[in-house]
């Protein structure tokens, strides 16, 4: 992934002022909306000034193009996106700290759907744009994941599983809620989902955690 400009600068490197850097902040939001939607092929310049309420060349003021704002927010994401992995304790109650990763990543479904859907959109593409952050972020810290679950199922703390498909499930289950968000209402007909999903989560992984 090619660097992005530095958060405090335009695309030409000059120091931003405060309205310049409040107008960065709405044409990133702009564009999160549009990418979360359309995907970073269906997204055009044009629908981000216009989501932003900028011009086509003030959004070129301060980024070089569509890939440029689409670097930045991915940067941006990666370092939210691993966080809760990373708080995953060592020295705390195997089980209860692995829950607290899926409470927290459910959360973040419901918090960041649309950074959610911005990722799942990339990855849907081959990850041309974030694959050096999987490579040099991720890797590393899903191996440094498995080794410490495998130790806990080693110390009979956890019933045997695959540590990494663990991940992978609690992955694909929590982030369900927020990248098909539009056919989890339509099913839930109006009900409300975050405490249930959490309660299902909870019996679901519990089961199949506890030695």
Same mark, same amino acid.
């Given at each position: 992934?090619?660097?992005? +400009? &530095?958060?405090?600068?335009?695309? *030409? /490197?000059?120091?931003?002022?405060?309205?310049? @850097?409040? %107008?960065?902040?709405?044409?990133?939001?702009?564009?999160?909306?549009?990418?979360?939607?359309?995907?970073?092929?269906?997204?055009?310049?044009?629908?981000?000034?216009?989501?932003?309420?900028?011009?086509? +060349? &003030?959004?070129?003021?301060?980024? *070089? /193009?569509?890939?440029?704002?689409?670097?930045? @927010?991915? %940067?941006?994401?990666?370092?939210?996106?691993?966080?809760?992995?990373?708080?995953?304790?060592?020295?705390?109650?195997?089980?209860?700290?692995?829950?607290?990763?899926?409470?927290?990543?459910?959360?973040?479904?419901?918090?960041?759907?649309?950074?959610?859907?911005?990722?799942?959109?990339?990855?849907?593409?081959?990850?041309?744009?974030?694959?050096?952050?999987?490579?040099?972020?991720?890797?590393?810290?899903?191996?440094?994941?498995?080794?410490?679950?495998?130790?806990?199922?080693?110390?009979?703390?956890?019933?045997?599983?695959?540590?990494?498909?663990?991940?992978?499930?609690?992955?694909?289950?929590?982030?369900?809620?927020?990248?098909?968000?539009?056919?989890?209402?339509?099913?839930?007909?109006?009900?409300?989902?975050?405490?249930?999903?959490?309660?299902?989560?909870?019996?679901?992984?519990?089961?199949?955690?506890?030695?």
């Amino acid at each position: 992934m090619r660097q992005a +400009p &530095n958060d405090a600068t335009p695309a *030409d /490197g000059a120091t931003m002022s405060r309205i310049q @850097l409040r %107008n960065r902040g709405r044409i990133l939001d702009a564009a999160l909306e549009v990418f979360s939607k359309y995907g970073f092929r269906g997204a055009t310049l044009d629908q981000i000034a216009d989501e932003a309420g900028l011009s086509k +060349p &003030n959004i070129l003021y301060y980024f *070089d /193009g569509k890939e440029d704002i689409h670097v930045t @927010l991915l %940067n941006q994401l990666m370092d939210r996106w691993l966080a809760p992995l990373r708080e995953v304790d060592p020295k705390g109650d195997p089980l209860e700290e692995l829950m607290r990763y899926v409470y927290r990543k459910l959360e973040m479904s419901q918090e960041f759907p649309r950074e959610s859907r911005l990722f799942a959109n990339e990855i849907l593409q081959g990850a041309p744009r974030i694959g050096p952050h999987l490579e040099r972020d991720l890797q590393p810290l899903v191996d440094r994941s498995v080794a410490l679950i495998q130790r806990w199922i080693d110390a009979g703390a956890l019933a045997r599983v695959d540590p990494r498909h663990l991940i992978f499930s609690i992955w694909a289950t929590t982030q369900h809620y927020a990248d098909f968000e539009a056919q989890v209402g339509v099913l839930m007909e109006g009900k409300e989902v975050q405490s249930g999903a959490r309660a299902h989560l909870d019996a679901l992984f519990r089961r199949l955690l506890t030695p």
